[in-house]
Each structure stands twice: as C-alpha cells, then as structure tokens.
C-alpha cells in the first residue's frame, strides 16, 4: 500500500476495507465521538460503509481522509486529511486519533503535512477546519499549524455554533515564521 505523505513518525494513506475493524474501535469510542457531532458507531456495517465513502472520495476528489500510521511498529493511530464539505464548498482539515495517543503532538505533525501536500501537491487555495468550541485540543492544533480564526458558525443545520479556522498559503508562511 503507498503512503501519500510520510513525517517524522507517520505515514498516511489511503483508507482501505482491511481498516475497518481499526476503525471501529476508533468511532465505537465515547470518548473519540465526544466532540465530533457524531453519534458512536455501532455497527462494522456503518463503518465499511464509511470506507467505502472515503474510497469514493479518493476517486472523485484526488484527496480524503487518511489512514495514519506509526512509523515505529506500523501501527494505526487513527485518521487525519482533507474532506470537501459540499454543502459549504469548503476543503476541511479533519483528524481524529485513537485516545492513547492524544497530547502526542501527532494531530499537529499530520496536520502541518496534510497542509504542505494540500497547497503544493494538490495546489488548494484555501483549507479550512471546524471544531466544537469546547474542543479546546482541537483548536490548539489548528492554531498550532499556522491557521486563523474565521468565525463561529453551525456545522450542521440546528448545531450549537462551531469554531471555523481558515488558512491559504501565505497566511501559513506568515504564520509560521512567529
């Protein structure tokens, strides 16, 4: 299987129907889905069929959600990359991450490379990421990696407001030199 980006501790790529029973553990957790918007999930049907959206999207966009994986033992980690939000025609930066390996820094490492390949790989003008406004980790992350606050808005229709960053290119060199 080939990786799509390689960092310092990871690889990503794409999402195959030989992950599912990974991510199953990763959206069957409570604690994974409590910020997401998502109900947990409860089926592995839910979950091929969700694999089955991603390759889709591989297809059509040329990019997707990603698998990610610990270089140190080729072990899944959870998943990170870009998703077209059609009903917003917005490319979003996502990721989530099994629990274990939270505070590792390994969302902002992915991120920073999904970022890099989207605007010179993909030539992206803009990314964009959501987070509930509670999700304060989340945030950290996306302030980390260079992008700024656009404005609270609903992710869904009759959600709480959510917090929306945004980046391009520049503004990420900008932010990365402070």
Not at 58 to 73: D, F, I, N, S
Request: charged content about 35%; proline content about 3%; overall charge negative.
């Amino acid at each position: 299987m080939k990786n799509l980006i390689e960092t310092e501790r990871l690889f990503l790529r794409e999402i195959t129907l030989d992950d599912k029973e990974e991510l199953f553990k990763l959206h069957s957790n409570p604690e994974v889905q409590k910020y997401t918007g998502e109900p947990v999930v409860e089926s592995r049907e839910e979950i091929e069929k969700a694999i089955r959206t991603r390759i889709n999207d591989y297809e059509k966009y040329g990019y997707g959600r990603w698998a990610t994986v610990l270089k140190k033992g080729m072990q899944f980690v959870g998943w990170a990359g870009l998703a077209y939000l059609p009903e917003f025609d917005e490319i979003d930066l996502g990721y989530r991450f099994l629990p274990e390996f939270w505070g590792s820094g390994l969302a902002t490492e992915a991120s920073d490379a999904i970022l890099t390949y989207g605007f010179d790989s993909l030539k992206l003008r803009k990314i964009i990421a959501i987070a509930m406004k509670e999700n304060k980790a989340s945030i950290r992350v996306m302030e980390k990696v260079g992008m700024e606050f656009d404005k609270f808005a609903p992710y869904e229709s009759g959600s709480e407001d959510a917090v929306w960053y945004w980046c391009d290119q520049k503004l990420i060199k900008k932010n990365k030199r402070h």
